[in-house]
């Protein structure tokens, strides 16, 4: 049972390592299109944007936090079903 608990947790990290690198590729490749279209300046004529990847997580730390804690839920438990049913 130990076993299992332990490969699950791995099971787990994995998803949740995943989950994480393709949220920010898909967050990347988002914000290249939102920022390829022209924007409107605020009255002064050049109009500068800048930003951080660690800006999400400042802005909406419960959010990121659920995300990832969602990722790590689902891989633990489709792997222990997985796992549970190949041992019993």
């Not at 076993?3 to 914000?31: D, E, N, Q, R, Y």
């Not at 050049?46 to 659920?66: K, Q």
Request: charged share 10%; proline share 2%.
């Amino acid at each position: 049972m130990l076993w299992l608990l332990i490969k699950s947790t791995l099971a787990g990290l994995v998803s949740l390592v995943i989950g994480g690198l393709a949220g920010v590729f898909l967050f990347l490749i988002w914000t290249a299109y939102f920022f390829k279209s022209p924007m409107e300046s605020a009255g002064s004529g050049n109009l500068e944007v800048g930003w951080d990847l660690l800006t999400i997580f400042r802005n909406y730390p419960l959010t990121v936090l659920l995300i990832l804690l969602s990722a790590f839920a689902v891989g633990f438990v489709l792997s222990f079903r997985r796992f549970a049913k190949s041992n019993g």
